[in-house]
């Protein structure tokens, strides 16, 4: 499958409201992020972030260096659409997350619903390469991921689930653990599903 074009197509044929991970508000990233005490100017990027509300709500904080990745050039272009001329404001990074490339060192790393897509043993290695190498000593990794009692599949694509023990065994060389739950994310149909949820720390 090739992945960037089954999520233009996913970008292109849905509203952000049909889909199963629409938040009107990312309230548990949002809270997690504001215990960390970050700088206004902190460098923070968001994995897979397309057209989540989260870097709205960044803004509204007063976060002034906000990097968005996602491989669909529609998502982020509707985020851009939504923003108007705060668009301007944000770093937007149209690159598939395994060979993407930072010219910038990060305080934070946001990744809500993106690395459980990675379900080889290359791609989810590529993806730890990138992490380590984006972030500085002391900075914060926040990962979100279906959990063992987590769907399957979403939008069409098999995924790779982890249990929190599993997400800190992942990071376990390069992180420290600050804090590890579940959660169930409710759906806009109504349907439950239970994510695993670590934030870490770069060694």
């Not at 937007?92 to 809500?112: G, Q, Y």
């Not at 399957?152 to 599993?166: H, N």
């Amino acid at each position: 499958m090739d992945l960037k074009e089954h999520w233009e197509k996913i970008y292109n044929t849905r509203q952000f409201e049909e889909t199963s991970w629409y938040q009107p508000k990312p309230e548990h990233s949002l809270e997690i992020i504001r215990s960390l005490g970050l700088s206004p100017e902190a460098n923070i990027i968001d994995i897979g972030g397309g057209n989540s509300f989260l870097a709205d709500h960044l803004l509204e904080l007063g976060y002034k260096n906000i990097h968005v990745l996602d491989i669909s050039a529609k998502a982020l272009q509707d985020s851009q659409n939504r923003l108007g001329e705060k668009a301007e404001k944000i770093n937007w990074i149209e690159s598939d997350i395994t060979n993407f490339k930072p010219d910038t060192s990060f305080e934070l790393w946001h990744d809500r619903a993106a690395l459980h897509f990675l379900t080889e043993d290359k791609p989810v290695e590529d993806y730890l390469t990138v992490l380590k190498n984006s972030l500085k000593k002391g900075a914060y990794c926040l990962l979100s991921v279906f959990s063992e009692n987590g769907p399957d599949k979403c939008s069409g694509i098999t995924i790779r689930k982890y249990a929190t023990s599993d997400l800190e065994e992942l990071l376990e060389s390069d992180f420290e653990t600050v804090r590890l739950e579940n959660r169930d994310h409710t759906t806009p149909w109504g349907t439950k599903q239970n994510f695993s949820t670590g934030l870490f720390r770069r060694k």
